[in-house]
Structure formats: structure tokens, C-alpha cells
């Protein structure tokens, strides 16, 4: 499945940003959807992830109750809606599809190429 990521910008601190990935195909209704990030001289980190049903979400500490992961299988899109945004959130955000276990990136099969989100102070 080809991802493709979009949405990402600048927006000041404390503001909010609903990034979007699309999917090229139907099979994506199959797929465990995550959501991860890379800040600059940093290693990938896991953001978020959703049950292919959309019923069971996975978060990281340090997103939890700022963000929200959700998806379409309608529209093939998964969604990761951030508010009360901090500096340290600043990264390129990439999505990603997998059959395996939803935090591990090594899980994950299939990769968008990301999108940057810069959050200012």
C-alpha cells in the first residue's frame, strides 16, 4: 500500500493541526495504521497507532490527552489530530501501515514519506 501524508506547517505553540495520510488503496481497511515521528538528529519515535476497526488506539506518554489518531476506511485516510502543541512536538511526521505489533516501527511494512510539523515558541 503507498502512503501519502499531508497538512504539516508552522503553528505557533499551544495551537493545533489535523495532519492526514492518504492511502492508495482499499486494502487499507486491513492494515494497523501508526503514526510516527523524527525530530532532527533524533531517532524515529512512535506517536500513535489505530485498529484496523478504529476501536483500539495506542499513544505515546508524551502525546497522551494532546492528540487523537483516527481513520476513514471509507476514504482510505487515517488522521492525527493535535492540539495544545509544544515546541518539542516539532519533527517530520510519517505514517505508516502494518499487520504486526502497532509501536514498533520495525512492525512496520509500509511508509509515507512524511510531512513537517515546526511548532514555535
Known amino acids: 500500500v503507498q502512503l501519502q501524508a499531508s497538512g504539516g506547517g508552522l503553528v505557533q505553540a499551544r495551537g493545533s493541526l489535523r495532519i492526514s495520510c492518504a492511502a492508495s488503496?482499499?486494502?487499507?481497511?486491513?492494515?494497523?495504521m501508526g503514526w510516527f515521528r523524527q525530530a532532527p538528529g533524533k531517532e524515529r519515535d512512535f506517536v500513535a497507532a489505530?485498529?484496523?476497526?478504529?476501536?483500539?488506539?495506542y499513544y505515546a506518554d508524551s502525546v497522551k490527552g494532546r492528540f487523537a489518531i483516527s481513520r476513514d476506511n471509507a476514504k482510505n485516510t487515517l488522521y492525527l489530530e493535535m492540539n495544545s502543541l509544544k515546541p518539542e512536538d516539532t519533527a517530520v511526521y510519517y505514517c505508516?501501515?502494518?499487520?504486526?505489533?502497532?509501536?514498533?516501527?520495525?512492525?512496520?511494512?509500509?511508509w509515507g514519506q512524511g510531512t513537517l510539523v515546526t511548532v514555535s515558541s
Open positions: 505508516a501501515a502494518t499487520t504486526g505489533r502497532p509501536v514498533s516501527p520495525s512492525a512496520y511494512a509500509y
Open positions: 488503496e482499499r486494502t487499507f481497511s486491513r492494515y494497523t
Open positions: 489505530i485498529s484496523w476497526d478504529g476501536v483500539t488506539t
